[in-house]
């Protein structure tokens, strides 16, 4: 089979792998119809993340259509058309019992990310994302193995295309969870730090929320324009405002936001120092989102985090968090949690993440959508991609009262 698979940094390539073949009872082989590139792909597409090897095949925001089941399977058939969240859970952990599904301790047999790691546990492994994570293979390819198939998949209803249910895999529920950390209800004041998906998703999460005032802020004009237009956020141009946490104070009375929202992560642009100290590995993330986060976070507020962070920051100012009494909130998301209400308020039409998508591939045309997606060209701000090529759902019409 087609498969987008890593070479190195910044090399990518479509490559024919050996077609996956079910290797536990409850696995399921799905017939991939959508994949999508996410924003985490990025960091291993720049060669940010360890324990990528020649030949992995990457993805991990996919759907499509069961094609073989293992005999333990019993939540889906052959046939059922699902979307599969990017977190590989049990169900029957510790951690899966309290919904932290991607906490789960029994899918990763890899080391996980965490440094000092004493003898903890791994959290769940990721589709498509390094030996750190699992080893396993992604879902930008013609077949995925999908482990776990009594836990993670969601079966959608007729009548929905797979572009308005695609992003239930990851951004959605990231964008949703970010939200939620956040604590954002009627009447909450945002700032979204990022105009990528995931930060559009908290958005469009946020606005369903009841949010009253959205601040978004971004270096890309494109990706600012549409947040305004959609979500009715404030936008703020990173190249026009040095300062975006100064304006936001400003703005609200000289208090803050009752909730930052870090969509960027460890790559944040903007602090020239910590940018070559990461190159050089002296530093392990950029702290210039998280330190315009908690500048502009009122007193007692939260800083929700589903950026991805590396490793340690020098700069990370805790002692202006502590001083203003701010509850942290972050990490890979327990989609499964978040997924069936979503599903819901998709088929509702409250919920409209497609009208992020600007690019409609063919899977082989995955490297020119990873080139696209990374450099902001052609206003990118989504590819998705489709083995055999471009559906004719795809013009879904866009309709800016929902989100
Ligand atoms: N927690 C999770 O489970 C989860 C899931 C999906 C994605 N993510 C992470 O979320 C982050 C965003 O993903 P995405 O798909 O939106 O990626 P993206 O790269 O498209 O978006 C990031 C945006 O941040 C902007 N940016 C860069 N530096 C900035 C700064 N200093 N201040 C404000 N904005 C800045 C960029 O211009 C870009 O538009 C990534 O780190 C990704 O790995 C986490
Ligand atoms: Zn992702
Ligand atoms: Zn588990």
């Not at 991607?102 to 903890?120: D, F, H, Q, S």
């Not at 946490?245 to 969509?263: C, E, K, M, P």
């Not at 507020?301 to 502590?322: E, N, R, T």
Request: hydrophobic share 40%.
């Amino acid at each position: 089979m087609k498969a987008l698979t890593y070479h190195g940094s910044k090399d990518v390539r479509v490559d024919n792998v050996p077609d996956p073949v079910l290797q536990q009872e409850d696995d399921i082989v799905l017939r991939v119809t959508a994949t999508a590139i996410c924003g985490s792909d990025l960091h291993i597409y720049r060669g940010k993340i360890p324990g990528m090897e020649t030949g992995d095949v990457l993805g991990h925001e996919f759907m499509g259509i069961v094609e073989e089941v293992g005999k333990g399977v019993t939540r889906v058939k052959k046939g059922d058309r699902v979307v599969i969240p990017f977190t590989i859970s049990c169900g029957e952990c510790f951690f899966c019992n309290k919904t932290l599904f991607a906490a789960c301790e029994n899918t990763n047999p890899g080391r996980g990310a965490i440094l000092n790691t004493k003898n903890v546990r791994s959290g769940a492994g990721l589709f498509g994302y390094s030996h750190l994570y699992g080893g396993y293979a992604g879902g930008q390819a013609e077949y995925v193995r999908v482990p776990k198939a009594n836990v993670g998949p969601l079966i959608i209803p007729a009548g929905l295309a797979d572009e308005q249910v695609l992003f239930l895999s990851d951004i959605l529920p990231t964008g949703y969870q970010a939200a939620v950390n956040g604590e954002v209800g009627p009447g909450s004041t945002v700032a979204i730090f990022g105009a990528g998906p995931v930060g559009l998703m908290a958005a469009a999460s946020a606005r369903l929320l009841g949010a009253e005032r959205i601040f978004i802020i971004d270096e890309h004009p494109y990706r600012l324009a549409f947040a305004q237009d959609t979500y009715g956020a404030e936008p703020i141009n990173l190249h026009e405002v040095d300062d975006p946490a100064d304006l936001i104070i400003q703005r609200t009375n000289f208090r803050g936001v009752d909730a930052s929202i870090d969509a960027v992560g460890f790559e944040a642009k903007g602090s020239a120092l910590e940018t070559i100290m990461a190159d050089l590995k002296l530093e392990g993330s950029s702290g210039k989102a998280l330190r315009q986060a908690i500048a502009a976070t009122r007193r007692g507020g939260v800083i929700s985090v589903p950026g991805v962070y590396a490793g340690w920051i020098h700069g990370f100012l805790f002692g202006d968090a502590f001083e203003k009494g701010l509850t942290f909130k972050m990490g890979q998301t327990h989609a499964q949690r978040f997924m069936p209400k979503l599903l819901e308020h998709i088929q509702a039409g409250e919920l409209r993440p497609e009208v992020i998508i600007t690019h409609h591939l063919s899977l082989d045309e995955a490297v020119r959508g990873y080139e696209v997606f990374e450099k902001a060209q052609e206003d990118c701000r989504k590819v998705v991609l489709t083995p055999g090529g471009p559906r004719a759902s795809a013009d879904a019409p866009q309709d800016k009262a929902a989100h």
